[in-house]
């Protein structure tokens, strides 16, 4: 079992429509968990942050379900500027140190 | 205020041959961390490096290996490389202390590397 699972998608929506994208993770010891959005053919940079009481940014909510090992991304009235691939990562720290690990991500293709 | 930077931006190998990629993290930065992404996947984490050790490391055979510098460049060494071994290699860095809270890796535009 991979430690962090997606949908791969991909998700093709039009403009104004409002998707969501699940995620688990298999590590319960996990302390903290993120987002992060890729273009194609560019590097992965951090979308938000994902809280236990869920948090919004803007057309963005993300939540977390620490009982279900479970996380979640809203992106509501979509963009075509939303279009890329979004990646669930799950920070599994240890004594040392954390590391993350990433999920294999959802493709979204949001069209006019 | 440089980024993450990788060298080389691509490059072309046959089996057998061994690669070195480098990164020189963002300014501030003293974790580096490297990750291999293949077509349609997600980036699969190698190992990370602070203070010049090898601190973490994901499910890669001892061909890969890497090392840090003092002032916190870092290099990924593969050996006697395979067809599979072909993808993205990204370097990301992070500042330790901050790194588990804010989990905002910085990455570079990545090394892509073809094993014909």
């Known amino acids: 079992r991979k430690e962090v699972e997606q949908d791969p998608g991909p998700f093709n929506v039009p403009e104004g429509a409002t998707v969501a994208f699940n995620c688990t993770y298999s590590?319960?010891?996990?302390?903290?968990f993120f987002w992060y959005r890729q273009d194609c053919r560019k590097e992965p940079k951090l979308l938000m942050s994902v809280y236990s009481s869920g948090n919004e940014d803007g057309r963005f909510t993300a939540q977390l379900n620490r009982a279900s090992q479970y996380i979640s991304l809203l992106i509501r009235d979509s963009k075509l500027s939303d279009s890329a691939t979004y990646l669930c990562?799950?920070?599994?720290?240890?004594?040392?140190?954390?590391?993350?690990?990433f999920g294999q991500g959802t493709e979204l293709s949001v069209k006019p | 205020d440089a980024g993450v930077t990788q060298s080389p931006t691509h490059l072309i190998k046959t089996r057998g041959q061994q690669v070195t990629l480098r990164c020189s993290p963002k300014?501030?930065?003293?974790?580096v961390s490297w990750y291999q992404q293949a077509l349609g996947q997600g980036p699969q984490f190698i190992f990370q490096?602070?203070?010049?050790?090898?601190?973490q490391r994901g499910n890669f055979p001892d061909r890969f290996s890497g090392h840090q510098f003092p002032n916190y460049s870092s290099e990924l060494n593969v050996n006697a490389l395979l067809l599979g071994d072909s993808a993205l290699y990204l370097c990301a860095s992070s500042l330790a202390r901050l790194a588990a809270d804010t989990g905002e890796l910085f990455f570079g535009e990545g090394s892509r590397l073809t094993v014909l």
């Open positions: 300014s501030g930065h003293d974790t």
């Open positions: 590590n319960s010891a996990s302390q903290s």
């Open positions: 490096y602070y203070e010049e050790e090898e601190r």
């Open positions: 990562v799950v920070n599994f720290y240890y004594n040392q140190g954390g590391k993350l690990i």
